[in-house]
């Protein structure tokens, strides 16, 4: 479901330190996010159990395992974080306002395993007036959901490479791997692109519209694409797209 994995994984992991980027990892629903992501994570490793032969499932499963790992995520992540986002106050400020408690609220329920599961062949048309197509337009502009979702797609292929790596030497060698992803991000930006509308009427239905154009003007403001910018670096660092599993160390 790579259409929730968008919002799923636009809302990685993050640093935990007592301070205000602990409160914002917190107060914007980071450990739920986690969670939720490592349960689809298990989902996925169990639908190739039966479709894959023992040695390349099993090599899936630990390559994945290995650069999914959540500490090393998050070691991974958090330097990137604070090299990019200088100062959490606003957007610590917007999730801990009523508004910014909703909009966590609507993204987790919209990636409970039993959401995705529900919404596994596509999610329902969602109708809207033109106001609110215009303000959920406004806010896909905002949000760096296509490029986040690619880098989750990009990710899980690499695994899959890294594992046909292992089973055949020299298969993908020379670059040969990455430049097949590096190829993909384009193509799976413009699939994106096609149901983010509709996606994002489906996760923020909830919200009136004075609340979706609040959180528009959150979102385009410079302190929220300030940190939706440093919250992109962090997933890109976090999924460690173009590194092999193997080079992947829990201090890399």
């Known amino acids: ?12 992991t993050l640093p935990a330190r007592a ?36 040695a390349v499932y099993q090599a899936l499963v630990d390559n994945s395992n290995q650069r999914f790992a ?19 106050l606003p957007a610590l400020q917007f999730f801990q306002s009523p508004l910014g408690r909703k909009v966590v609220n609507a993204e987790l329920t919209a990636t409970r395993p039993e959401q995705l599961a529900k919404n596994a062949q596509g999610l329902p048309h969602i109708e809207a007036s ?7 337009g406004h806010l896909a ?5 296509r490029e986040a979702g690619a880098e989750v ?8 490479a890294d594992s ?11 670059g040969q791997a990455q430049g097949m992803l590096d190829g993909q991000r384009e193509r799976l930006m413009q699939q994106i692109s096609a149901d983010l509308n509709n996606t994002l009427l489906y996760v923020y239905r909830d919200l009136s519209d004075p609340e979706l154009e609040e959180f528009d003007s959150f979102a385009e403001s410079p302190e ?13 660092a976090g999924l460690a797209v173009g590194q092999s599993t193997s080079s992947l160390t829990p201090n890399n």
């Open 1 to 12: 479901m790579r259409r929730l994995f968008v919002l799923l994984l636009m809302f990685c």
């Open 19 to 54: 301070d205000s980027h602990d409160q914002l990892y917190k107060i914007a629903g980071w450990p739920e996010q986690r969670a939720h992501f490592s349960a689809a994570l298990s989902a996925a490793q169990q639908r190739y159990r039966n479709s894959l032969p023992p």
């Open 70 to 88: 959540p500490q090393a995520m998050d070691q991974r992540a958090e330097q990137h974080l604070r090299q990019t986002l200088k100062d959490p």
């Open 130 to 136: 033109a106001t609110r197509q215009l303000l959920i």
């Open 141 to 145: 502009q905002a949000l760096p959901a």
């Open 153 to 160: 797609s990009l990710a899980i292929a690499g695994v899959a």
């Open 164 to 174: 046909l790596s292992q089973m055949i030497p020299g298969l993908l060698g020379g």
């Open 224 to 236: 929220g694409k300030a940190y939706y910018q440093a919250a992109l670096a962090a997933i890109r």
